[in-house]
């Protein structure tokens, strides 16, 4: 039962070429960064990523995107990254945008072992009647379009089939993890944390606070250790904001 892996690398050490990662973290918020920097260097390329966003320029998921170890990536947002955009304009990068609320429950249907789903966010779009450019060719036509979805009414309205995902690796960060796997998220890190985490095979946690079984109270646990394989302590520091937004004290 005891999950601890001592190092980020060791923990990492099996994920291989074209691998496909569900990465937690908004923004910068809560992104399991230590893991990231492993997997870094420990040279894996051609990867398959599904997260809110990909990172920022030379941080985060942004990292392995410098790099051009990420062939093609399933988010919500794409902005604060330059390299993104160059990447996927010129034809480097295959992108499938995914509106913010389908894609947690896709991850956490696909945790939960729901194949597909209907939801009404995309119908009457190109989401669902399909066309959006998910990978450029270097003339700037389009290589690769979304497909169109099946959809179908119920009641008086309309709704499109999603499907679940689920991932060969999760790569999360939690505040508080016990050598089970349980794990407690602080405030904002309960973002997209949990539902990577759900839908990975094989769940990597990295915890800022290693604790004994038994010492996070049952009602407290964010997420069960049934989802969490692995377990590494890397404590708090090195953390990242995308920009600085507060003001100097006395000022009105």
Not at 127 to 150: H, I, M, Q, T
Request: one cysteine or more.
């Amino acid at each position: 039962m005891d999950k601890v892996i001592a190092t980020c690398a060791q923990a990492i050490a099996d994920i291989s070429d074209g691998a496909t990662l569900a990465v937690g973290g908004f923004g910068l918020n809560g992104i399991p960064h230590d893991l990231i920097a492993a997997l870094l260097q420990h040279g894996a390329t051609d990867l398959v990523t599904v997260s809110n966003n990909c990172g920022v320029d030379g941080w985060g998921l942004g990292a392995l995107l410098d790099r051009k170890r990420i062939r093609r990536t399933t988010g919500s947002y794409v902005g604060e990254n330059r390299e993104f955009e160059r990447q996927y304009l010129s034809g480097e990068l295959e992108v499938e945008l995914v509106p913010q609320g389908t894609l947690a429950e896709r991850l956490r249907a696909g945790g939960c072992g729901i194949p597909a789903f209907y939801t009404p966010a995309g119908v009457g779009t190109p989401v669902a009647d399909g066309g959006l450019p998910w990978r450029y060719a270097a003339d700037g036509s389009v290589a690769v379009a979304s497909p169109p979805k099946e959809t179908r009414r119920f009641g008086d309205r309309e709704y499109v089939l999603e499907y679940g995902i689920v991932c060969d690796y999760a790569l999360v960060r939690a505040t508080i993890g016990d050598r089970h796997g349980n794990l407690v998220f602080a405030k904002a890190t309960r973002n997209f944390n949990p539902l990577c985490a759900m839908a990975g095979r094989i769940t990597i946690a990295e915890v800022e606070e290693l604790v004994e079984p038994g010492t996070i109270a049952p009602e407290n646990v964010h997420l069960p250790g049934i989802f969490v394989q692995r377990v590494v302590p890397v404590g708090a520091a090195g953390k990242r904001i995308e920009r600085v937004t507060t003001r100097a004290r006395g000022e009105s």
